[in-house]
């Protein structure tokens, strides 16, 4: 039995049987070609899951100007020949990258020194910088045509003006003019045409007092007008307004003023008058007592004389007169009545 081996020809690159078989020359370069693309897409893969999630406004971006601008067919063709050629992983990921970006990034806007000579200057990626990068990509022909010439150097739009506050809610302001104050006219016929004394008005005036009071409280027991007269029963016209009340009560001054005179007659029996301002004056009839005398000043409200009925009274009430200008008005207009 021979136990030689047997060799193929010299053409055949195939070694003798029972040895090892030599790797053809270009396997190894098919190995880091593969090895490179998986890393490429790695990294890709990477920066698309990482962008989407942490940075999503500089992600889209950055894909709409890299795939604007950018031929990723031939940069994946050129970084493959450069495998071929014996370029080393590092470098050919190197031209990739320019390749893409556009050029060289530049120092100022992507590293920041270090602190020493000897130590590696630090990276900062495009998405943490100024502007996410624009100025980077606007500078360096990335964003051509990418829908946008804005960079970070660019004044930002002015903010909307607002609204000033709102002012403070106030008290409101009395517009009101004030009333004007006219001279009292004596009427000569009443509304129904009926005569009436020379020295008498329905009209109300403004009589311009800065406080009044009532002199009494009590029911209206002959108003301001014609009437028969409870005294005579002549039909005649009553210069007063008449206010019932108790023996003994109070009777208040109508408002600020100095006595003008007090008297006694058999019509009115205790009487007194007080003149008040702008020409106002009020007159108080039939009193049991009087409590002022003649030229005192006296306040609004202030007790001058009691209820009574002197004179020509049918029982205990107060007599009262109100006048503007010597015209005799209705009290009715300027006392409360019940």
Request: with cysteine; net charge negative.
């Amino acid at each position: 039995m021979d136990t030689t081996y047997r060799r193929r020809t010299a053409g055949n690159s195939r070694t003798v049987r029972g040895t090892r078989r030599p790797a053809p020359q270009n396997e190894g370069q098919g190995d880091k070609r593969r090895l490179a693309q998986l890393l490429v897409s790695l990294v890709l893969f990477l920066l698309v899951y990482i962008g989407r999630g942490v940075f999503p406004a500089q992600f889209e971006m950055w894909r709409d100007a890299m795939y604007d601008n950018v031929d990723f067919s031939a940069a994946f063709q050129e970084f493959s020949q450069a495998v071929s050629n014996g370029s080393s992983l590092k470098e050919s990921l190197e031209e990739l990258g320019v390749r893409i970006l556009g050029g060289e990034p530049e120092p100022d806007e992507l590293t920041v020194p270090g602190p020493a000579e000897d130590t590696p200057p630090k990276v900062v990626p495009l998405g943490q910088t100024a502007g996410a990068g624009r100025a980077y990509l606007s500078t360096h022909g990335v964003m051509a045509g990418a829908g946008t010439d804005k960079t970070e150097d660019e004044p930002a739009a002015p903010p909307a003006p607002t609204q000033p506050p709102e002012a403070e809610a106030t008290e409101p302001v009395d517009t009101a003019q004030p009333a004007v104050i006219e001279t009292a006219v004596a009427q000569e016929y009443s509304e129904e045409g009926v005569k009436l004394p020379s020295n008498v008005s329905f009209a109300f005036y403004e009589l311009g007092l800065s406080e009044t009071a009532d002199p009494v409280t009590g029911p209206v027991t002959s108003t301001f007008g014609y009437r028969d007269s409870p005294v005579n029963g002549k039909y005649e016209f009553h210069l007063a307004l008449d206010i019932g009340a108790a023996e003994g009560t109070d009777i208040g001054a109508f408002a600020d003023g100095v006595v003008e005179y007090i008297g006694k007659s058999d019509e009115f029996g205790l009487y007194l008058k007080i003149n008040h301002a702008n020409n106002v004056s009020s007159f108080y009839a039939h009193c049991s007592k009087l409590l002022v005398r003649k030229g005192d000043t006296v306040a609004c409200g202030q007790t001058v004389a009691l209820v009574g009925q002197t004179g020509n009274a049918t029982g205990p009430h107060l007599h009262l007169t109100i006048e503007k200008d010597s015209i005799r008005l209705d009290p009715a207009y300027y006392v409360g009545l019940s």
